[in-house]
């Protein structure tokens, strides 16, 4: 029986956070959960998220339109933080638990983040180029683009919405490939082989 209730209740929330549902659809459920607020009102999958509210339990679970976080970073009877979860995707923000359920009056805007799916060649030495390949690069100045080779910063050749092209620097070691792009995201790839360079 409980079960069912739970998958009813996960139902009406996904119905109501992709549909215009009124303040009072949003709440007036007796639930004994309010969602006052949270912040920030934008952001990426892996950035953390405050709800503020009331009725909070440790067991009540959070989704952001229909993706449920699976990574909380600390729970109160009164706020939540939590981690985007990578399928998230703009709409209000929704709690659910055995107290009933509540959502944000206010949209979470979901920003797609950059991502990198590939680099070419898989292995290298100190002053070989590489490329990284990706989806969602941000646009930054290449000043404000840092490529890091297992910690060790790189040269930033050339830079696209698909493609980094970067120097590997001396004393780089091997281990996965970071972007920072200024101070809007850092993002880590796969590793790369450092060998040492042919004469």
């Known amino acids: 029986m409980n079960k069912l209730l739970n998958k ?23 639930s004994v959960y309010v969602i006052n607020g949270f912040s920030p009102t934008e952001a990426f999958s892996g950035d953390q998220v405050t709800i503020t509210g009331s009725g909070f339990d440790e067991e009540v679970d959070v989704y952001f339109s229909e993706a449920k976080v699976v990574e909380f970073v600390s729970r109160s009877s009164n706020r939540i933080v939590v981690t985007v979860p990578t399928n998230a995707a703009t709409g209000r923000i929704g709690v659910l638990g055995k107290g009933g359920y ?62 980094i092209d970067a120097v590997i620097p001396e004393g780089a070691t091997t281990g996965p490939i970071s972007v920072v792009f200024g101070n809007i995201q850092w993002i880590t790839g796969p590793e790369l082989i450092i060998g040492e360079k042919e004469l």
Request: proline fraction near 4%; charge should be negative.
């Open 102 to 163: 509540a959502f944000s009056k206010e949209s979470f805007t979901y920003i797609p983040g950059a991502e990198i799916t590939s680099i070419t060649p898989l292995s290298g030495a100190p002053g070989d180029q590489i490329s990284i390949l990706g989806v969602n690069f941000h646009t930054v100045a290449l000043e404000d683009l840092k490529v890091y080779f297992n910690g060790t910063e790189g040269e930033v050749v050339s830079a696209s919405s698909e493609r």
């Open 8 to 30: 009813f209740l996960v139902g009406a929330i996904v119905v109501c956070l992709f549909m215009s549902c009124s303040s009072d659809d949003l709440n007036d459920n007796d």
